[in-house]
C-alpha cells in the first residue's frame, strides 16, 4: 500500500456485481489536486466510478481523503455533501424555479449568515457569470445556460467549505456535463472547470473528475487523465503520458491516432 497522503487516494474500491465481473475492478489510485479527465468506451465503467465515490452505489474497498477514510453511512451524508459534490448525468429540473433558487438550494445545508450567504453568492455569481440569468427561470434558459448554473449550484455546495478550510481536499465529481452542450459551450465549461482548480491552487485544494468522451477536450484542458475499459482502470497519470497511441488503441481500437500541428501545443485525436 502506498504511504498515506493528502489529497485523494482509493484503495483497491470496487463495485461488485453479483454472479459476473466486478462493474468497477479494484482500483488502488492517489489523486492530486487538478482536472483529471476519466475517459472510456460505452459501459467502461466511467459514470460507476463517479458513484462509487459519491456513496452512490455499494462498493468495496476503502476511500480516503486527506488520510482520513471516508464514512459514507447515511447519517454522516449530509457533512459528507461539504466535502464531495457531484452532478450526475441527468440534472435536469421541471419545477418553475429562478436561477437564483437553484443555486441557493446547495447552501441550505451550511449554518450560514446572512451576509456570510449574500457574499457567497455574489462570489458565485461573478465566477459563473450569472448576474443576467440570475432573476430568470431557470427552464426557460438554454442548454448550455443551464449547464453553467448546474454547475454553480454543485459548486455552491463546496464552497463555504473551501473558504473555511483551504487546506481539505474536496471532490467536484461531474458525468458527462459538455456531453449535450454545442462545442462553444464545451470549450466555456472545460475553461471553467480549470479556473475553479486555478482559484484553489496552493493549498490542498479542488480534484476535480470528469467524464468525457472527446479525447481532444481531455487532451487540451485536464491536467490528469485516467482510461478505463471494461471496469477496469488501463492507464492513468498526467495526460501527456497517459493520452498515447498505444494506450488510446488499446481501449478504441486501432484507427485513433495523435496528430501533432505546429500551432498546438497538444497533440490532437483523429481516426483514420
Known amino acids: ?55 452512490q452505489v455499494p462498493a468495496t474497498g476503502q476511500v480516503l481523503i486527506d488520510t482520513k477514510p471516508v464514512d459514507y453511512r447515511r447519517r454522516y451524508r449530509s457533512a459528507l455533501s461539504h466535502t464531495i459534490a457531484m452532478l450526475p448525468q441527468q440534472s435536469l429540473l421541471q419545477f418553475p424555479l429562478l436561477v437564483s433558487e437553484v443555486v441557493e438550494l446547495a447552501l441550505l445545508s451550511w449554518p450560514l449568515t446572512v451576509q456570510r450567504k449574500s457574499a457567497l453568492l455574489k462570489s458565485l455569481i461573478n465566477t ?38 483551504p487546506s481539505h481536499t474536496r471532490l467536484l465529481l461531474l458525468d458527462e456535463p459538455v456531453a449535450a452542450l454545442d462545442v462553444p459551450y464545451q470549450h466555456k465549461m472545460m475553461q471553467l472547470l480549470q479556473q475553479l482548480v486555478a482559484q484553489t491552487a496552493g493549498s490542498n485544494g479542488l480534484v476535480v473528475m470528469v467524464v468525457l468522451h472527446d479525447v481532444n477536450l481531455a487532451l487540451r484542458y485536464a491536467s490528469h487523465s485516467l482510461l478505463v475499459n471494461q471496469g477496469a482502470l488501463t492507464a492513468s497519470g498526467t ?23 505546429e500551432t498546438l501545443s497538444h497533440p490532437i485525436a483523429v481516426y483514420r
Open 1 to 55: 500500500m502506498a504511504p498515506l497522503e493528502p489529497g485523494l487516494q482509493l484503495h483497491n474500491l470496487a463495485v461488485p456485481a453479483q454472479g459476473r465481473a466486478d462493474l468497477l475492478a479494484p482500483i488502488s489510485q492517489q489523486f492530486r489536486p487538478g482536472l483529471w479527465a476519466i475517459l472510456g468506451p460505452n459501459g467502461a465503467g466511467k459514470s460507476t466510478l463517479l458513484k462509487a465515490l459519491a456513496g
Open 239 to 261: 495526460t501527456a503520458s497517459t493520452i498515447t497511441v498505444p494506450n488510446l488503441r488499446a481501449i478504441f481500437g486501432p484507427a485513433i491516432d495523435l496528430v501533432q500541428l
Open 128 to 165: 459563473f457569470d450569472l448576474a443576467e440569468l440570475w432573476p430568470l427561470e431557470y427552464t426557460q434558459l438554454s442548454g448550455g445556460q443551464q449547464a453553467r448554473v448546474q454547475l454553480a449550484r454543485v459548486y455552491a455546495q463546496l464552497l463555504p467549505g473551501i473558504e473555511d478550510q
